[in-house]
């Protein structure tokens, strides 16, 4: 069992978690994830790191509430235990040696662009961000990324906070304004990273996406979280999370992200009056 | 006087058509007449050849005998000096292949039934017997052990009882290996794998689950910072087969490692799991492959309401699986597409399997296995409407511990290298199961767990 340490809700939707496990704080690096079960009967979910912090022994995760179990989780009091969280998987984020670099991040992906977007500034880069948000009341941590970075291009789809656009705008104004960037790393929904690669294809930028496939082992034994990268298959939980975006067949991966839909929208409804029924 | 009836006693099962919606045990086990009748089959022949095809070398005569004293918990504990899993192997082994397949009986008539014995043995101790197992004197020397599964816990049981301090790190959250990701209930009911590693914990085995070994520690940090003086890994086989057709990453197309993984260890299949799995009832499955795994795989796929078919590029009898599972799988509806082979899976608009393409085979010369090579018959292509397929192709050893492991050997396929002794290049590391061998049985993992518990023994006590 894994103690929540801390909670704090960023936003309605979105909640912090600040686990106590020190032999995953240890090891993990921006780019891995963790995969957690809130309960005995609860599934297994990838989830990728935020922050960590070895000393203290705790690892960060920001989630968004999106179906039954993240419900579950948010439900779930500072103090109380989960049932399992296990980690650091998957490859950490190549961040050595690039002089520039512009991450992408989008809505709840901030939380994960934003120790890859620090990690880059450590390692000595010169580090443009872009982020975009729904609304106003859907923005986090501008702080962090606005301390990291050397120019923020904050962005919300209906122009209720900072400038009005979609990231793949922001980001096509500073290609062209002369920016040489060696890489351009995107992380948020599948069709935000599609088409911030698409946007970059053209200048022959290198480009990284943070992919986040259906998964359930995460250590390679099922497969289930598999894309076609460069017409090969390859394992999003061994071989990644991270990919060369241009290469990525995203059609693929957005239907494959897809494959429990209905599922996963009755099992949320069924959850949500399960909450509401014990409120009762 | 033995019993010189050529026939086994039958096992008592579920009814085919009973258990095929069902998820409980098939095989309902001997009752103690039909076990003592069987066990008087036994001749207790000179040369007892039955011990020599156990990979672990069940003392298998002098069990029998015990039985027909009915001395059952004495019979117990002579297939336990040899065997930490007996309840697991009289269920799972292939024993037709391997003790039962020297039996002198089976020369004229069938050989005595000793899984299903073995297994009447194992039960009848596990429902009568409760007691606690004196814990050994500790020895001093710490081991750690990677993976839960058949090796991992055959090791770390014998090293236990030799008073060695084991922990065991399992990377999912349940330990037990491919004894409960894999094997569905119906086969190897969980409460005995739980049973198993409860055994271990009373001798006081460690098991650290949620561990994934190369990643939040490396072995040599177990070794160099845990202060673990030899590692023993057991950590299976890894990454799913495909056969990198068009169609293969539609949503519908599973690796058996996956469908199973969801319905054994997850459980998706009752109504409290919050894990998802396609809906089945009504549906169409092909099972691509003709092993044990796919014949797990299609089983579960009929228990969920599914018409199945098993599609195998060879023919009946050239299937890998053991007969008994063929067998079962045949009298619970499963469609046996022999001489077919897959090309090409087919989707609709939203990325969902409609059907497969296949073409016939027919059989030629044999080649390297021995097996007669399947040729594709020109001009044969069909459709084979289904609405799911499951991919059991076999596996490929998981990378992790190699590539975190600076200087560990492994062979062409992957697989760890080893000596004699289970030794591998590493010192003090020694390795067994499906990570040395590919994709093998739960016996021979044991065999091999075992013998990397006596080589990490002589090691540590010189």
């Not at chain 2, 086994?8 to 045990?25: A, D, G, I, T």
């Not at chain 2, 039934?113 to 710490?142: C, M, S, Y």
């Not at chain 2, 062979?411 to 990570?435: C, P, W």
Request: hydrophobic share 35%; glycine share 10%; aromatic share 6%.
């Amino acid at each position: 069992m894994y103690r929540i340490v801390k909670k704090e809700a960023l936003k309605p939707t979105v909640t912090l978690y600040e686990i106590e496990a020190p032999m995953v704080a240890k090891k993990a690096e921006p780019g891995q994830f963790i995969i957690l079960r809130v309960d005995e009967n609860g599934e297994r979910i990838p989830i990728t790191i935020h922050d960590f912090d070895r000393e203290k022994g705790t690892v960060t995760i920001i989630v968004q509430t999106i179906g039954a179990t993240t419900e579950k989780l948010r439900h779930k009091a500072e103090g109380e235990y989960i049932q399992d969280f296990v980690g650091p998987l998957g490859r950490p984020t190549e961040t050595e040696g690039k002089k520039k670099v512009c991450v992408v991040g989008g809505g709840v992906g901030c939380a994960i662009a934003y120790p890859v977007l620090k990690k880059f500034h450590d390692c000595g880069a010169e580090v443009h961000a872009v982020v975009g948000f729904k609304n106003k009341d859907l923005v986090i941590l501008e702080d962090k990324f606005r301390a990291a970075s050397s120019v923020l291009k904050l962005m919300t789809d209906d122009g209720s906070y900072g400038e009005k656009g979609l990231v793949t705008d922001a980001l096509k104004e500073l290609i062209d304004a002369g920016n040489q960037y060696d890489e351009i790393f995107a992380i948020g929904p599948a069709i935000m990273m599609k088409f911030v690669s698409k946007t970059t294809e053209p200048y022959g930028i290198p480009t990284t996406v943070s992919m986040s496939p259906i998964m359930v082992d995460g250590t390679g034994m099922c497969g289930g979280c598999r894309l076609t990268v460069g017409g090969e298959t390859k394992f999003a939980c061994v071989d990644g999370p991270d990919f060369d975006g241009h290469k990525v067949d995203w059609d693929e991966s957005l239907k494959r992200g897809k494959m429990y839909f209905d599922w996963e929208r009755h099992k949320y409804e069924e959850t949500c009056n399960l909450f509401s029924k014990e409120v009762q | 006087m033995p019993n010189m009836s050529l026939k086994k006693n039958e096992m008592p099962s579920q009814e085919p058509n009973v258990r095929n919606k069902n998820f409980l045990e098939v095989a309902l086990g001997y009752t103690e007449e039909q076990a003592l009748d069987e066990a008087a089959r036994c001749l207790n022949c000179k040369n007892h050849p039955c011990v020599s095809g156990c990979p672990v070398q069940v003392k298998i005569p002098e069990f029998i005998k015990k039985i027909t004293e009915k001395d059952y918990e004495g019979a117990y504990q002579v297939i336990h000096e040899t065997s930490s899993l007996p309840a697991v192997c009289g269920r799972v082994c292939p024993q037709e292949t391997q003790c039962e397949s020297k039996c002198i009986r089976g020369i004229k008539g069938e050989p005595v039934g000793i899984g299903r014995l073995e297994r009447f043995v194992a039960d009848w101790h596990n429902a009568n017997v409760q007691e606690a197992p004196a814990k050994p004197t500790p020895n001093g020397h710490k081991v750690a052990v990677i993976g839960s599964g058949p090796s991992g816990l055959t090791c770390a049981g014998d090293l236990a009882k030799n008073g060695y301090d084991v922990t065991v790190f399992e990377a999912l959250h349940l330990a037990g290996g491919v004894l409960v990701y894999g094997i569905p209930e119906f086969r190897l009911p969980k409460a005995i794998v739980q049973k198993e590693v409860d055994g271990l914990k009373a001798l006081g085995v460690k098991v650290e689950t949620n561990m994934v070994i190369g990643r939040v520690v490396s072995i040599d940090e177990l070794m160099s910072e845990y202060g673990f003086e030899a590692v023993f890994i057991g950590s299976g086989a890894g990454l799913p087969m495909f056969m990198h057709i068009p169609g293969e990453n539609l949503c519908g197309v599973y690796s058996a490692n996956e469908f199973l993984t969801r319905i054994n260890l997850m459980k998706a299949y009752k109504d409290g799991s919050d894990t998802p799995i396609m809906p089945l009832q009504g549906k169409k499955v092909a099972v691509v492959g003709g092993g044990n795994v796919a014949m797990d795989a299609a089983r579960c796929s009929k228990r969920l309401g599914a018409d199945v078919y098993v599609v195998y590029r060879r023919g009946m009898e050239e299937l890998p699986a053991r007969h008994e599972e063929v067998e079962h799988a045949i009298e619970e509806g499963i469609v046996f597409k022999t001489l077919n082979n897959p090309v090409k899976i087919n989707g609709d608009e939203k990325g969902y399997v409609s059907s497969m393409t296949c073409v016939e085979m027919e059989l030629g010369e044999p080649d390297a296995s021995g097996r007669r090579r399947p040729i594709e018959k020109v001009g044969s292509e069909h459709d084979l409407p289904v609405d799911c397929v499951i991919m059991s192709l076999g596996t490929t050893p998981n990378p992790l511990i190699k590539n975190t492991t600076p200087g560990l050997e492994v062979n062409r396929k992957g697989g760890i290298v080893v000596n004699e002794a289970g030794l591998t290049s590493h010192q003090n590391v020694y390795a067994g199961g499906d990570a040395v061998t590919g994709a093998a049985t739960v016996i021979l993992a044991m065999g091999a767990g075992k013998l990397g518990a006596k080589s990490i023994d002589e090691a540590l006590s010189k």
